[in-house]
């Protein structure tokens, strides 16, 4: 590589000296949509006639089957978009539950954080364009400016890729890689529904459905812009998981930093003005949420200078009575104003350490 | 007694080819904003979202329709919203014509001839029924023009080939193959609240015929001169005449009527003719009660340039007469609203900050009420004025107004029934001069122009034979032809 020195990360050079858990519960206010790869089937008792929305039946298993059944030459069956599942094993079974998926959420907020930290023209810094249409000048150029993005921190792209972490490594061998694992792991929990989980508008009761959520059936029906009748070929149904419903995400962030505070802030903000929106569809104003709780715990490690700051705060310490008890303490915030108090950049080693 | 006028009119698709620019082009139009609007929507006629439908043992007469609901909550959904604005930016804005059926195959009592809208030729292989399309329309004549068909795959977006209409900018577009794009726009459902919902005593209804097809389902056939233009006349095997029409006139919108005086037209024996074999019935729809609104929802924009943001604010609300129709019911005057814009928010990198719509509305009318085209401001460039024009002629709400809007009435003649009955040769024979009808004589078929095609179908229609061949001589006939035409732009702003 030529030009200005290379940007060098080493996210634990000093070892972890603190962990922050960030716990949201969030609310949907109006209903998230993200896509199964494996479409379902709902079925539609007249096919081709008058009437909708009565005698609705959701059928889950064998839906590729089962769409290939028909009525007078119609088929019986029309196919239904599932919501997102995966399968769990409960009592030594294995079950289909649905989920929101960490990595939609986790990608919702990383490409937050960019819009609002990064100028437009630094967005694409860090991906390149598609394959062999840029030139291998181009692509030297692109990883020397990444470097210096980084290097100068300049944008929030410092702040956002050490904490999501980067793969960019266009040119493996020839240049510096810019590689690094995250400091965040994330994870969500679907909250069981307070109501009976059921899909709107399906009368029969559908045995193996993964009913974790309540639901509903989206009818999607484009309008010809010259007949204004339904498009031929336009009409899709998918589930969606409905308004009211509650899932959680938690953050455990290794060595928090100021940046990573502020992304807290930015995100939260965001959120509850509907900014931020997770799933699919957001353009018609789907996964909209509020948090309606949260939590955050900060531990940090004897060998922290913040160890002793905590020490004097007179806060009951997590790490109590656990086997971390003398070696890391924990405290906990109800709110995101309390973490804001805290100077977390006196987080770092302490001197003679 | 001439006829009422026909419940919907076309924007013409314009001489030239839609507007379309790179993203980065678009992007020039003013600097970047980000916020949301907080709308709702007022009926200013009922409002019918169709929900759960529930039908008789038949299945072809609906007992009752019920408003879109999700457990329990009634909505008009983001989707509605969004069309409804997206068609009319692609209209006045004249930008591609999205969402198209793209063709129509010969099919026994729906299609009688097979056509293409836009080169399907691919896919019809594919489905093994290239065969079911006109031999006439396999390898040419598209119904859509050349060059308004989104297109089946995109350019890289940073590429200077990649080039969208300003609806796709606004909206985003998905196409068949390969990557799309995201919008600038998201628009949220609108919450209608329980109280503002009604049958009306069952008084809300709509009229529809007992079959499997709804009545005044759009149909854009090529075997007349209704949604397309005259192409042809030719013989079929049974040496009936066959009406060809060949290139869509426009993008379809309905015009605003009183939906109590249009469905008593309806069911006053006199004016509808009644076929036994479909009778006439009507249907108690549940509504939005007229001068009620929904709740307030918020339309979001993103990266939105600020001409655009003008743009969007006139869209909402396109000056003291343009009003837009949503749902169900439009051809008998459900459907008509009116988005009250209450305030906004714009994001900065510093914080947030009111959007002043209240007083931003106002000064985009009166800017583009100003004769001197300089003076205009930017976002005005992004209009296709004539488009608009043609547009406020249909749009155009006048709550006094008495006009009604009626489908034209099916035939009743025993041997030719049903809304486009045939024609006979001899009355054919009548309605052309001596060269058509030698040509007809010798090759079985002759083209014609516009200007021939309606003089035939004033001919016919002067004889009551099948009057409603041609779409605008059918409305150059209605009764209230010369109201609707002295509607212009200006007074609809």
């Known amino acids: 590589m030529t030009g200005s020195q290379p940007f060098q990360y080493k996210p634990y050079e000093q070892g972890v000296l603190g962990t922050l858990s960030v716990k949201w519960e969030l609310e949907l206010i109006t209903p998230l949509m993200i896509r199964a790869t494996h479409p379902s089937a709902t079925m539609q008792s007249m096919p081709k006639k008058k009437g909708r929305g009565t005698h609705v039946e959701i059928a889950w298993e064998n839906a590729d089957e089962k769409r290939k059944e028909k009525i007078n030459g119609h088929e019986k069956y029309s196919q239904l978009t599932d919501f997102n599942y995966s399968f769990e094993v409960q009592n030594h079974q294995v079950v289909p539950t649905y989920h929101v998926p960490a990595s939609s959420i986790r990608g919702t907020l990383r490409n937050a954080a960019i819009k609002f930290l990064v100028e437009m023209d630094d967005r694409r810094a860090f991906s390149l364009k598609i394959k062999d249409s840029q030139t291998m000048e181009e692509v030297k150029a692109q990883i020397i400016k990444a470097h210096d993005i980084l290097r100068e921190q300049r944008d929030g792209w410092h702040d956002i890729l050490t904490l999501f972490g980067s793969a960019f490594d266009p040119l493996p061998g020839e240049t510096p890689p810019l590689t690094w694992a995250g400091r965040m792991r994330l994870d969500t929990a679907v909250h069981p529904s307070s109501t009976s989980s059921t899909i709107d508008c399906v009368d029969t009761p559908v045995s193996t459905y993964p009913g974790t959520i309540r639901g509903h059936v989206m009818v999607r029906n484009p309008i010809d812009r010259v007949s204004m009748a339904s498009r031929e070929g336009g009409l899709h149904f998918s589930l969606e998981m409905s308004q009211g419903e509650k899932f959680g995400i938690n953050m455990r962030i290794l060595n928090p930093c100021a940046g990573d505070i502020r992304m807290l802030n930015i995100w939260r903000e965001d959120i509850s003005e509907g900014y931020i929106r997770f799933g699919g569809l957001t353009s018609q104003g789907r996964g909209r949420v509020k948090i309606v709780k949260e939590n955050y715990q900060l531990y940090v490690s004897r060998s922290s200078s913040m160890y002793p700051i905590f020490e004097a705060m007179k806060k009951p310490d997590l790490a109590k009575d656990t086997l971390m008890e003398g070696i890391w303490r924990g405290m906990a915030f109800m709110t995101i104003t309390e973490l804001n108090k805290l100077d977390i950049n006196l987080l770092k080693q302490t001197e003679g350490e | ?493």
Not at chain 2, 102 to 120: A, C, R
Not at chain 2, 218 to 244: C, D, H, T, V
């Open chain 2, 1 to 493: 007694m001439a006829h009422n006028m026909n419940p919907f009119d076309f924007v013409p698709f314009p001489a030239e080819k839609p507007v379309l620019k790179t993203i980065a082009e678009w992007l020039k139009s003013g600097s970047l904003l980000t916020g949301w609007i907080e709308s709702q929507i007022t009926a200013l006629t009922p409002v019918h979202i169709v929900g759960r439908q529930e039908a008789d043992g038949s299945g072809r007469k609906i007992i009752r329709s019920h408003f879109y609901r999700r457990h329990g909550q009634a909505y008009i959904p983001a989707s509605s919203i969004r069309g409804m604005l997206r068609a009319f930016i692609e209209a006045v804005c004249n930008g591609w014509a999205a969402q198209l059926t793209t063709y129509f195959k010969k099919e026994p009592e729906k299609h009688q001839i097979g056509f293409q809208v836009l080169d399907s030729r691919e896919e019809l292989e594919k489905k093994e029924c290239l065969n079911l399309i006109d031999p006439e329309f396999r390898e040419n004549h598209f119904a859509l023009p050349d060059g308004f068909s989104m297109p089946q795959k995109l350019k890289e977006e940073e590429s200077e080939d990649m080039k969208v209409d300003l609806a796709s900018f606004l909206f985003g577009y998905i196409p068949p193959k390969g990557d799309g794009f995201h919008g600038r726009i998201s628009i949220e459902d609108a919450a209608i609240s329980p109280g503002n919902l009604s049958f009306n005593g069952d008084t809300f209804r709509i009229p529809d015929i007992q079959s499997d097809a709804f009545m005044g389902g759009g149909k854009p056939s090529a075997s007349s001169w209704w949604y397309q233009k005259a192409y042809k006349i030719r013989l079929n095997r049974n040496n009936m005449p066959e009406f060809i029409g060949s290139g869509y006139r426009g993008r379809k919108f309905y015009y605003h009527q009183d939906p109590k005086k249009c469905l008593e037209w309806y069911f006053d024996e006199s004016k509808w003719p009644r076929d036994t074999r479909r009778p006439l019935y009507s249907c108690p729809i549940e509504c939005l009660e007229e001068k009620t609104s929904s709740e307030p929802f918020r339309i979001y924009f993103e990266g939105l340039p600020a001409e655009l943001l003008n743009l969007l604010l006139f869209t909402f609300s396109p000056g003291k007469r343009i009003r837009h129709k949503l749902g169900y019911g439009k051809a008998y005057g459900y459907g008509s609203i009116a988005f009250t814009l209450h305030n906004g928010q714009l994001r900065t990198d510093t914080g947030k900050t009111d959007l002043a719509i209240k007083q931003m509305v106002p000064d985009i009318h009166i800017s583009l009420l100003n004769k001197d085209k300089r003076e205009r401001p930017k976002w005005c460039e992004f209009l296709h004025l004539s488009s608009l024009a043609a547009m406020a002629k249909i749009l155009c709400f006048e709550p006094e107004s008495t006009i009604i809007f009626s489908y034209p009435p099916f035939s009743t003649n025993a041997q030719f029934p049903g809304f486009l009955p045939s024609v006979r040769r001899g009355k054919l024979n009548a309605a052309l001069i001596a060269q058509q009808k030698n040509a007809l004589d010798q090759d079985n078929e002759f083209l014609i122009d516009d200007a021939g095609a309606k003089l035939i179908a004033k001919k016919l229609a002067s004889k009551n034979v099948r009057p409603a061949l041609h779409f605008e001589v059918y409305r150059e006939t209605s009764k209230d032809y010369l109201t609707i035409e002295k509607r212009t732009l200006e007074n609809a702003l």
